[in-house]
Every structure is written in structure tokens, then in C-alpha cells.
């Protein structure tokens, strides 16, 4: 910029022509501003389109029929398929500007309907991270494809004609990646794709090959089950396909819109008084149905702490209980029942007495599912299935689940030929064999032995690290593919963004080490085409078919798939209980940390266990009478050993529920490279780092698992546990887990706290508003004048405490669309972790073996709102429509707001949290503001998408309609316990939800009105069964 | 002043001991007080100041780390949201109490004992404020932005602050009750800074004396004028002293949380500010009387009526603590039941019983005469109750809100060294004043002493007026 324009001289442009003249002008020695900035946009293009490295391909927007793709600062939803495991979810996936930002659920989905488990909205976590490989490395070191494929190529042609070659996945029920793997060991004699899943069902398939004659999962109903009985399957949370069975499984609990009529009075709704207790249900039947569901289980699961009536049980006695159940279900079937005597279980007969008539009375409408990785166990769940009609009806052997498929004696095998040696060519992808099976040091060392091992991992684990070559597979939201996760369901993915990196999908590396490459848009419309378009009749035209799959996100076409056979019954009981065994441990996958690949995903890694509450660790829990036994309290140490001298050593933590032979231990955790999390949180002068000893997050626990018995051992016998005198804060979100105060300070003569309130299901028939407790407001209305008219919307927000598992999906959602920092392990351990919806967790009855229930709780936005009086400088207000209004901007932090908030559901930025990481700040909601220090925040109701549907409908003209607009909380519950609306709009679903018998508010008596209603509880259970 | 020669000496009472021991001629009161002013400071002082200064030093160090890192270098959490900050804003406001109440309300009930002690104890209360003061700026997340809290006319359109806010009240009571006490201190000081001029005719210290004491010439009119300002200025201190904690009170009291939420708030902190305050100025005095060498000054007859004054104050406190649990178990209010008990039980159950025992159990010694007159064991009796003061509110505050409505959200608290090097800093603060107060200005008031000195043998009138002037 040595010579300026000459000010004086300058012309003005009128059109583009006279532009143009300009433009001729002589040009000036140097480089003038315009100049400068031509070529700095140019060179910015340049850059940005030189980072393009994959051809740009066309994806189609779902529920829309816009065709531009891109319109800019709007946000689009694509129709996908959710990669964050197996289970295959609909999701849609918000893109804004070229990237997605926020997952949520697809709701014409027939698995996921509607819902997204945390797991899965975490992902735009993933595909933002840093160290997610970019591209191949051969030897540890970046290479580019063409000479890692040259590489492999000559690798394999090494390959003598025994050679073992083989693929390692984890259960993939891609049609695609299928094909793509089976052409390419088509190459060699001794070629075969090994499934391997994490944490393995694999007892469940042989169990049907035994009963059934083929490995096959049936797919779980359990929204046509009247009766629900579970034995240690958390399939709320962990098992199989969760999204799917929380919505089925909320489907089959479902109670309808009953109102209260008050005898004198016209209001509706609210708590009932004394002279209404008995008065009959307006509306809705008064026999709703409502499925009743036992759990029998070793440790507090997701699922046993909503279940109606849930059994402590050690999972060395549940194959002696389940052969009580079927002996008993046998002689009522008119079958022989045990040919030998039982041993009698811990649980009494007259249980099991009045669950087998139960179940028989229900069969057809019965299911019984069993989380045990145990061959005969499972086998005499499917004889028990089988007796009480369940397949066919409950259970779907003919369209049957492909998401887990895993063979856990090929498996072993491979590990076998590994050790022996054998294995000639190794490819691994997406599963993790050295950190999370069985003798995974031993792996590591054989997998130096073998000529070619190549890596598909998306980053540096274990596997990889011991990998020749690391082929990088593409992020799923960055690259196109499918699944199958129901036969006959093929549910597509496109990609999102341009990808990031260099990576490639596994479809495509594939493709192109069986010589016959292609894209992988192309090998995907090729299975389509040559799989799923001939099974239909819907569609004549292939693109049609294709587009409409694209758009739709699934395709739903005729199962290619053999009817399976009852081969008898036959059943080997098992006859007497498992004695002398000692205290054995139970090794689990982690709700929010499924399996070792998400362990370096901050969201997850702080989304507290909807059980323990516990952040960024796993630990042993062990029940209250094992810990009193061990004299271990919470947060010390242990050591566990078993007899061949494993030792594994973390903190313990106290959980009530479990069994008290039992310790159990959560998977997926101490994943190399978590070291990157030591300075996730606020670095001060007090900070503690986030990760243990190990330098890692958590312990890993997997070398504990064994093989034996054809599958991978979930529990071990005769662990023994001691103190070692250290101790390790566990970070944990609540303190206090039971609903009553502590007996030292509780004032004499009180009753629990009426903040959750429950009923049972008779009671719920007899009276609508049972459960309420006394009514305690004066009804006379205010002194005051109400300052708030609320003439136009008014937003309220319903939580049906008998549909929300606490899954806590929310959380995820939550923080995705608002922005919430990840604060790290000590901030948590100081209580203060950042979620604005936070589940509360009540124990209630006996502390060894207590009932549980889960609240969902933010910011309640009051009509009296203690925080607005507070604030000195108005920074917290109430809008017209019922918003609690946080003004940040206006705030200057002193806290009183939250002080005075009766829920505690106001969050303080106490540091400015970490916000340095360009690659992942693209996550960032562009719509929300993200928070400096020194400021208060909360829920904000999703005041932008309430603001955007509000303009949206100015725009078309049109009233705003009911459903138009939903939270992020409320989008991507599995079991739609959530309902947002204008209370004022008579007809919508909320103003039902709010007149409904159930609803009440929390802390009604502070009279601070809040918005949020909760419908009370109810269990299919009586009083005694269900701890109420 | 009033005529100091009419003291009742009926045979009903003992005549009292004279106010002021030593038989001092009022050259000797201006002389003796004086002189710390003029001479070079002991070495006591200098041990007094550098203690003082460093701890000032660590706590400027602290926060300016805090306001530099963010408020997170606090212990607090969701839950806890005040803890040290507002404990020791609430603490530092009530020992700032004392200083009006003597000034003030014992002028106005014409209690002569208090000239001794009215100055410092005036100073005390301004230092006091001061380091309450600085709480509730440190306190907030961004504090650069506390001038928000001012109702100035601004051009970010209807913004205002928020007349309902019990902060907002905060701000004007505090801020009329420094600009308050300050005048009447300075008004206090106007002939005792005209005496200092007229002793040096020369330095620096003269030239300030001689600006700041306006023009005094100690002629009939000038003391004329000035009595009646002062009265009035006493009568203006005089509410405040009770409208300042019970503004206070009202933070906690308009809210809903339980162990806030209580009518018997106002009364109730009045009495305990008035109770640390006492027990501030005694300590101060004490020390003081030895270090400065005031015996003649501060007698047994002060420390007497101040173990009373405080000892009638600790039996009100003791009365509000059993108020406030009859109230809780009377009301039938499970959750204002649970805080009471949870305060007596609970995980802060050890600081509740420190400032029971400090505040009610230990004062109790103060019946008794023996005690009163052994100035050990008053000294030590005032610390008991500054420390146990200081519990109270953290009491209040921080077990009223570690466990409130739901059980979900109970968390613990523990102060972080940032907070107690903060404390340490606001401890600093005042002494390093207290100590630069005592080297540079008369500690008692010459001109009110005089006033009381009524032992025979002393010069005349005429001689104190010359003087003054």
C-alpha cells in the first residue's frame, strides 16, 4: 500500500459498467486497498476450496421441499442415520451455513421415533475434535492414500494362498459396508469379517441357534408387552437399541388426558383437595392401560430404577430364578416343569408364584428379556418366550434386529489365531481390540507379530497405535453410508459438510483394497439398487426410490430373511444356586460413555450417570451393607483382585440398590489419549485436573473380562476387594440422593417432601389426582393485582414424570443448543457444572434397597419469580409471555438471583470456560450467545426457537400452530415426557398436559406459580411391591 | 457542651469515680494526646503497621487475582452463592455500628462517659464501612460494572436499577451511612484539628490543620455554631444507626429461601451489629489505652459501662437465637424447621455452636463485677464475640443456603485460601487505617474531654479557651 488513492481524484461508480470503467483506470505502483482485497479474497477462496478435498456432492433436505441447499444464516435439517453406535437411530441433522450443528431426533423414524439418546447428539462433538484422524498414516507417519493403498496392495499380494486374512468390525448393519468387506476377502482363501462388539450380546444369538436353529437377535417389542419382566437388560439405557425400547417401552405405559372435576368448583387441574379425592375422572378411561414391568438385577440400572417392582438379585442366581419362572410357566402351560428339584432363590416363591400366573396370564403379551451374556440362561429365556407366545407377538424373529451381531467365539477364535500366530492380514475398524476385550495386553503384543495390520480407527487407540497403517475412516456425518438395523428397515446417511480432513470412509478403503474402488455415494447406490429397490413395490423408478430415501432418511422394504423354527422345548434348568462364589463384579457399559470410542467426547465425559451422578470417572459401586462391610466409604480407593492376579485399583462409590455380593464396574474408560482432558476445565491457582493418576479419565476395566463358556464374561466370581488408604474424588452432580432429609435433622413428626409425588396405578383409576398431597393454598386468589396479564402466548413446559426414564438425553440437547461449557472434573467436584436441565435423582423407602425417581428440573420460569425482585440492575426479567428473561449482557454477577431461586436451577460462570479450540467452537450455536465470566445463566425455555417459529409464521402469515415450536429438551426425549406450548391456546397439547388430574407444580406452597408443571408418577405396582 | 460541674451527689448514690483519672489539667490532655500526633511513632506502632500493611498487601494481592481470574477462585458453587464475600460484608457493616452509637445516640442521651472513646470509635466505624464496603463491589461477577447499581441518567433507554432490589436499597443505606458518620467524625475533629494548628506554627501537618479545620477561632459564636450542627448531625446519625443493618437484614429477609425469610431479621441484626460493634471498640480501646498510654484517658469506668452496654446487647442476641427457633418450631413450616435443626446438627453444626457459645454463653462472664474490672479478661470476652459475631453470619448465610428446598441441590462450602487471604486483607485494611488514624490524628477528642474534666486542681476556663484558640 505504498500509494493511496488520491482522495481528491477518486471516482464514484454508478453501475457495474461504470465499475468496469473504473477498473481501467492506469494502475497504481503497488497494491491499492481493492487490490489488496481482491487478492486476499481470491487467496481466501483458494484456501478454502484447496481444503475441499472430496468432490462436492448433493444431499437433499428433509421435510422440505426447498431444493438450495444452503441459504445463508438459516438453519436446514437433513434426514441421516445416527452413527453413535450400532442401534441405527433417524436422526436429522441441523446444518447451518455449511455445518451441522445440532442432532435431534427424526420423528417419522420406526425405530428411534422421535427421540436421540445423549450419545448421539454428542456427535457433533466427534466430528469437531482436533485429534479425530485427518488422514492415513503409515509407520506413525501422515501419508497420502494413493501410497498407503500402493503399500497394502503389496502387502497383500505377499500373502501366501493359507493366509489368514481377516476384518474385525463391531456389529455393523451396513448393507454397504457388508458387501464391501465380502468382495474384498472374496480374494483370499481364508478370508473372514469377524464382528466384535464392545460390550456383546452374542449369548443371545446362539441361544436362538440352539432354540431357533440360527443366530439371530429378535427384535424386543416392548410396546406390545403387557408385562414386562427384565433380568439385568438396561435396555433404557445401554442394551441393544435404547432410544427405540425407551419410546416402545413408553408407548406401552402411556396414560391418557384425565381431568379432575371439583365437586363445587369450575377450575381444573392443580393439586386436589380433600373434597375432591373421590370425584370421578371427567374424561380418558379409567382402567388405562399400562404395562407392568419387573426387574430383576445385580446393580442399579437406568432401567431397574423405573421399573413398577425391581428384585436385587446376584447374577450368579438368575439362570436358579429364571428356571423357577419357567419351571411354574411350564406346569401352568401343561408342560413338565424341573425334573429335579430347585434349589429355593433369594427371591420368595410367592413372587415368583404370582409373576408366572401374571405372565401366563398375559402371554402373547409378555416379554421377558435378560441381560446376561450366558448361553443357557438365554436359552431358558427363549424357551420361556416361546411358552408364553411371545414370538411373533413381543418378539420379531422374522423382521428380526441386525444391530448387534457380534460372535463372541469367533471372537475368541481371533484371538486365538493372533496368539498362534496365524493370521496373516489385519484389518480393524471401529472397535478398539486391544483396550476393550479380553487379554487385550496379549493382543497388543500378537499384533506386532502379524505382517499387516491396518487400523480403520477415526483416532489413536490402542489398536491403531499397534497398526502398521492407520486408514482414518470419515466421520458419519461427513460421508455418506447406511444401515440395516431391522431387517427390511434400510435407514440412509449423507454427509453433512465437506469433510474436514483427508479421511476416507471404510466403504471406500474397502472398495479399494478389493481393486474395484468407486466412491462411496456410488457403492452405497449401488447396494441400494441392487438390495433394497427390488424388495419394494412402492416405487417403479430407481432415482425416484433413491431421492425419496435421501429425503426420508429410510426406505422401509420386505425382509430378506428366513422364518425361523421352534425346535421344542427343551429346556436344561439350572438347578441350584450359585454358592460360595464370594463377591463378584459386574462389568457394565456407562450410559453416557457406551463404549471406549466416546470416551473423548467432553459432553459425554460430563453428562452425569443418570444413576450415580458421577462425571468424567467410573468407579466400583458397591451396596451400602458390602462398603460397611469393607469399611469403605465413598471416594476411597480400592484395589480388586482376582484370583489370577489381575489388579485393578479406583475409587469406590456407594449405590444403593445393588446387590450386596456384587461390585460393579463401567467399561470404555481410561481410553488412551484422554490425557487431553487435564486442562479441560478453568486453570487456577486451587484447580484440580480432570484426569486420575493414570493420567487418563477413569480406569480401564476390560482386563478384567475372560472368555468362557463361548462368550465374553460380563461378571467375575471371587473378586476381592481391600482399602489401599488413597482416596480420588469422584465428581459427583448431587450430594443428596434420598428424598427425605437426614434423620439427624429432620424435624420430628415431618413427612418426605411432597417435590416428586407418585401414585399407583389403582389408585390412579379410583381417583385421578391421587398422590396429591393435602392441598395447602389458599384458593382465594391473590392480594395483589397480577403484573403479569399474559394477553398473548404464554409458554409453560409439562414433564410426565411416568414417561421420563432419565435418560438424560435432555442434558446433551441442551447444551448442544445453548452453548454450555464443559467446566472439567474439579469444577464439577465444587458443584459447578453448568447444565441448565439437570435430572434430580430421589431415592425414596429402604436405603439398601430403595425405589427411585427421576425429576427433570430448569429453570421453572415463575409468574412470582423470586430472582426478578432481586436483581438490582434488572438483568433477570419477565416477559410478556411468561419467560423468565436472563438479560447477560445487563447482568454483573451478584449472585443473588441464585440464591434466592427455590429450585437452584440459575448457573454462575465463575471462570471464563475454554472457548480456544477454533475446530471445536464450530459446534458453537451461532443463535446463543456465548457467556463471559462473571454472569448468570439458566434456561432460557429455547427462547431463540421460540422467537424464530414466532417470526416464521409472521413470515407465512399463519397463526403460530400448536407443535410449531419445540425445545431442544423436548426434541430428542426418547419417551416425549416433555411437552412445550402456548398455555393460552385452550386446544394445544400443553394447556391439556396442564389441566391434566396429574400435573402439580414443585414447592406449589412458595406460591412462586412456576410455568413448568410435572404429572405426577404412577406405578403399576401396589404400594408395598413399589416402595411408593 | 453541657456544664460539666453538676454531678449528682446524693447519699443515695456513691459519688462515681471521675471520668477522666489522673487529675489532669486540660494543658495535660492537650499535651498527653497530642504528643503520639508529634513525636516519631513507637516501635510498637511500626510492629502494629507492618503486621497491618502486609496482610492489606495479601489481600489486594487476592483479589486483584480474584477479579483477574473470575469469582470460581472462591469456594462457592450453584448452590452457595454468597459465602466469605457477604459473611464478612454483613460482619465488617455491623462492627461499623458502634462508632454512631456512641457518637450519636449517647450524645443525644447525654451519656459523658463516651467522649473517651467517641473518636476512635467514630473511626472505626468509617474504616469499617470501608472494608464493608469493598465486599459488595469484589462480590460480583464483573465489578468493573458496579456503577450500574447507581440510579445515574444514562442513554441505555428505560434501563434502571431495580427499586424492588433489596441490593439496590443496600447501596443508599451504606453510602448515607458512610457520608453520615464521616461528617459527624470530621465535624467531631474540627477543634481538636485547630488545636494542632495553633501548636506549630510551621510543616505540612499545620498547613492541613489549619484548611481543614476551617477557619475555628474558638470564639463563643464559633462553638456556639458548632454545638448546634453537631446535634443536629447526631439526630441525622441516630436513625441510621438502626436503618443501616436493618436495610441490611432485608437482603436475606425479603427472600424466600428458609433461615432468610424471617420478620425478626431487622431487630435482630440491629442488636448484633450494635453487640460486634462493642465488642470491636473494647478491643480496640483496650489495646489502645496500653499502647498509647491512655490509663487516664480510658478507665475502668469506660470498660465498666461498655461490658454492660455489650452484655445487655449479647442477652438480646441470645433472646433472637431462641426467637428464631420457637418461631421455626412454632410456625409448622417443615423447611424453616429443617434449616434450625440443620443448624444445630448439621454439617456446619461446629459453627453454629462457636458463635452460640461466643456470643451468648461466654459474654455471661460480664455479670459479674471482678470480670468487668480486669481488663484481660474483658479484652479476651471481646474477641470471643468478634469472632463469634463473625459466625453468626456466616451461619446465616451459608447454612441457610446450603441445604434449601431440594434435597438435589445441597451442596457444602469450604472458603478457598483466596477467600481467606481476602478476609486477612479486609483485616489489613481497617488496622493499617486504624494505625495511620492514631498516627496522625487525635485519638480522643481533646476538645470533649476537656469538657468532662472536672477534678480539682485543674486550671481555669480561661486557660482551656486560650488554649484551643
Redesign the interface.
Known sequence: MTAPHDTTTAKYWKSPAARAGLREEPPLPGVNRRGFLEAAGFATSLVALGGCQRAPTTIVPALTNDTDNVRPGRARSFATTCGGCAAGCGMLATVRDGRPLKMEGMPEHPLSRGGLCAVGQAQVMELYDQERLRGPLAAGKAATWSEVDARIAAALAKIPASGAVRVVTTSTSSPTLRRAIAAFLKRFPDGRHVEADSVSVSAILDAHAATHGARRLPRYRFDKANVIVSFGADFLGTWISPVEFAAAWKSGRALPHREVVHEHGAEAGGAADASNAHAPAKTGRTDAAMSHHVQFESRMTLTGSNADVRHRLHPGEMGLVLSHLLHRVARLAGESGSPTPLASPSISAAVLDALASRLWENRGKALVVCGANDVPTQTLVNHLSQLLDAYGNTLDVDRPSQQLRGDDRETEALAEELASGKVAALFVADIDLVHDFPGGEAIAKDLSRVPLVVSLATRMDDTSAASRFVCPDEHPLASWGDAEPIAGLFSLRQPMMQPLGNARSAIESFAAWSGSGGTVLSLVRATWKEVAFPRQAKETDFTRFWDRAVHDGFVEVDADIEKLAYRGFDPQYVAAAATGKGVAVVLHPQIAIPSSRHAHNPWLQELPDPITKITWDNCVTLSPRLARELGVADNDVVSLKIGDGVVLELPAFIQPGQHDDVAAIALGYGVRGTDRFARVG?Q???GRSTVGVNGLVGVNAAPLLRFGGGVVQYVRDNVQIAKTGRRHTLATT???D??E??A????PG??P?D?VQETTLDEYHQNPAAGAPHAHHAAEGELWPDDHPYNGHRWGMAIDLNACSGCSACLIACQAENNVPVVGRD?VA????MHWI?I???YTGDDDDPAVVH?P?MCQHCANA?CE??????ATVHSSEGLNQQVYN???????C???C???V???????YVHDDALANLALNPDVTVR?????EKCSLCVKRIQEGKIEARRLGIPLADGAIRTACQQSCPTNAIVFGDVNDADSAIARAMSDARRYS??EE?N?RPSIGYLRKVRNATREEGDV | MSSPHHEPSSALYPPEPPLIAGHKSLGDVTREICQPLEGRPTRLWWIGFIVAASALLLGVVSVT?QIA?????W?????V??GFDITNFVFWVGIGHAGTLISAVLFLFRQKWRTSVNRAAEAMTLFAVMCAGIF?LI?????W??Y??APYPNLRGP????F?????WD?FAISTYFLVSALFWYFGLIPDLATIRDRNRRGLRTKICRALSLGWNGSARTWHRYETVYLLLAGLATPLVFSVHTIVSM?FA????PGWHTTIFPPYFVAGAIFSGLAMVLTLMLVARKTMRLEHYITARHVDTMCKLMLSMGCVVGLAYGTEFFIAFYSGN?YE??VF??RA??PFAPAYWTMVICNVVIPQVLWLKPVRSNFAAVFVVSIFVNIGMWFERFVIIVTS?H??????????YFP???EVATLIGSFGLFFTCFLLFCRFVPVIAMAEVKGVLHAPGHRSDVAQKGEAA
Open positions: 478453568p487456577w491457582l486451587e448431587q450430594l443428596h434420598h428424598i432429609v437426614p439427624n435433622v429432620a424435624p415431618s413427612k417432601r417435590i469444577e465444587r458443584h459447578r457444572e439437570r434430580d435423582r430421589y425429576q428440573m423470586p425482585t432481586v436483581c438490582p440492575v434488572l445487563r447482568c454483573v454477577g451478584t449472585r443473588y441464585a440464591n434466592n427455590p429450585y437452584k440459575r448457573r454462575f460462570n465463575w471462570f471464563d463471559m465470566r462473571g454472569i448468570m414443585v414447592l412458595l412462586v | 487475582y481470574t473470575g469469582i470460581g477462585v469456594g462457592l458453587n450453584k448452590t452463592g454468597w459488595p462480590h460480583m461477577g464483573r465489578p460494572l458496579a450500574w447499581f434501563l434502571w436499577i431495580n424492588k432490589s433489596p441490593l439496590v447501596f437482603d425479603t427472600s424466600v429461601i417443615p424447621q429443617f435443626l440443620n446438627a448439621g443456603l441445604r434449601d428446598y431440594l434435597p438435589s441441590s445441597w451442596a457444602t478457598t485460601i483466596i
